[in-house]
């Protein structure tokens, strides 16, 4: 769609979501450059670029694109992947150099300069943001005054996400200045870092998050991301190990569980009033948008392919081919609840489901 000053624009979600940065970042692959319309997503992508401050895009737009909120870590850092998407789709190289390129080297820069609010780079590597207070990542909902999923520190997605962003700056930038040697550096410093301080050997995956108090424990979906972006950090074996926790506690038809059912703050229902909802939303809930990344990681691992893709065509059939027909006709909603029957829930037509369903079909052989 178009907003009000005629600018090419994704919205999050129908009936009462608008235009955010991290959702049009995530959806705009499936929904543009995988599905035909790479012009179309040339334009909203030189659009944010052309909003990168401080090493940030906005994640929310007004429709006018006039008030802009930069309060959220990922949105920049998905930009990139984003890019290789489009890139992946057979995108104009010379556009990503072009229009592309110099926000892409902003965002790097401010990072390593230590510019970017709320955010800092620790002697290991580790990119960590907000403080408990803060929500900056995607699980960003709050409930009765507090956030209800604090994530402040070294979020492990923020830092799979950071990791792919330099090794793809480091693939487009040329020469050899300061800024391209100081990417590598970084780039390295975290990889060599990044299983000591987030492997979780209780559960054999990666924890959520490391902060002040330690590793997270919780089995939640962000560690997927470490599997499924283009450059990883995670060998054959660790890839395998965090995919068996996560398909083990987290998968079901529709998506991914925000949360595994064996932890105490479950929450399989989706009910009460809107600080009830909110208390649920990444504590249970299935997003259909993480089948997606979940299906890219689970063909990166697989010995087999071929069976890889019967499986995923096979478990993941209602949110491939049958979408309900009593909350969005034709259409994917933003999360389901936890426990079969795994009801919908949430926005009717959620951008980032309807996209990654796209994408996924794409990446399992289909048209």
């Not at 694109?65 to 990922?74: C, G, P």
Request: glycine fraction near 8%; proline fraction near 5%.
């Amino acid at each position: 769609m178009r907003n009000a000053s005629d600018k090419a624009s994704v919205i999050a979600g129908y009936h009462w979501f608008g235009e955010w940065g991290r959702d049009t970042m995530i959806a705009l692959p499936g929904l543009t450059f995988h599905s035909g319309r790479l012009p179309f997503g040339e334009e909203v992508l030189a659009a944010y670029a052309g909003m990168e401050r401080d090493g940030l895009l906005p994640n929310y737009l007004d429709q006018s694109s006039e008030h802009l909120a930069y309060n959220s870590v990922d949105a920049s850092l998905w930009f990139f992947w984003t890019v290789q998407e489009y890139l992946r789709a057979k995108g104009s190289r010379r556009f990503v150099t072009k229009r592309l390129l110099p926000a892409m080297k902003g965002i790097v820069a401010a990072h390593l300069d230590g510019r970017v609010p709320l955010c800092r780079l620790d002697e290991d590597g580790l990119l960590h943001a907000g403080n408990e207070h803060t929500q900056l990542t995607w699980m960003d909902a709050q409930a009765y005054g507090r956030p209800v999923t604090p994530r402040h520190g070294a979020a492990v997605e923020i830092n799979a996400l950071w990791y792919n962003a330099l090794r793809f700056y480091l693939e487009l930038a040329s020469g050899d200045d300061d800024l391209r040697e100081r990417a590598e550096r970084a780039a390295d410093t975290l990889a060599a870092n990044f299983m000591e301080r987030f492997w979780n050997h209780d559960d054999n995956c990666l924890s959520d998050v490391v902060n002040e108090r330690g590793q997270d424990h919780c089995i939640r979906p962000n560690q997927i991301f470490a599997v499924s972006l283009p450059h990883s950090m995670l060998d054959m074996e660790r890839m395998r190990a965090v995919m068996a926790t996560v398909e083990s506690h987290l998968l079901t038809p529709y998506g991914l569980r925000t949360l595994s059912p064996r932890n105490p703050l479950y929450s399989p229902f989706y009910r009460g009033d809107a600080d009830a909802r909110d208390a649920a939303y990444h504590q249970g809930m299935v997003w259909p948008w993480l089948a997606g990344h979940f299906g890219e990681a689970m063909l990166r691992q697989s010995a087999d392919r071929k069976e890889t893709i019967k499986y995923l065509r096979s478990y993941l059939k209602p949110i491939l081919k049958a979408f309900p027909k009593d909350h969005g006709i034709a259409s994917i909603p933003e999360l389901y609840t936890g426990n079969p029957p795994h009801r919908p829930q949430g926005t009717i037509a959620q951008a980032w489901s309807v996209a990654e369903a796209i994408r996924l079909n794409k990446l399992l052989g289909g048209r």
